[in-house]
């Protein structure tokens, strides 16, 4: 069984920082791919950002130059650290890993409210 536990939402001002954090847990034998997608009430799951097992990353254009995604595969964990925050940003995050003869695996996902 795998588990991919996500930390690190919260409330912050616009303005302001988080960096959201995700391990994987379980009988893994490599991650192909890592990311973390986005969905805000009534719209749909978006991708924000992407980062594959020899580091090439991905963003949406929404987040580009504000975010930044990163991974340490010895931990099976990736991070997102978030900058420069906006309202809308504000959503359900959820960590998302491709596991090699396995398939995708979501986490739980965690709150960030971005308040004006």
């Known amino acids: 069984q795998v588990q991919l536990v996500e930390s690190g939402g919260g409330l912050v001002q616009a303005g302001g920082s988080l960096r959201l954090s995700c391990a994987a847990s379980?009988?893994?034998?490599?991650?192909?791919?890592m990311g973390w997608y986005r969905q805000a009430p009534g719209k749909q799951r978006d991708l924000v950002a992407a980062?594959?097992?020899?580091?090439?990353?991905n963003y949406a254009d929404s987040v580009k130059g504000r975010f930044t995604i990163s991974r340490d595969n010895a931990k099976n964990t990736v991070y997102l650290q978030m900058n420069s925050l906006v309202p809308e940003d504000t959503a359900v995050y959820y960590c998302?890993?491709?596991?090699?003869?396995?398939?995708?695996?979501w986490g739980q996902g965690t709150q960030v409210t971005v308040s004006s």
């Open positions: 998302a890993a491709l596991i090699a003869t396995m398939g995708s695996y």
């Open positions: 379980g009988r893994i034998f490599s991650i192909n791919s």
């Open positions: 980062i594959t097992s020899g580091g090439s990353t």
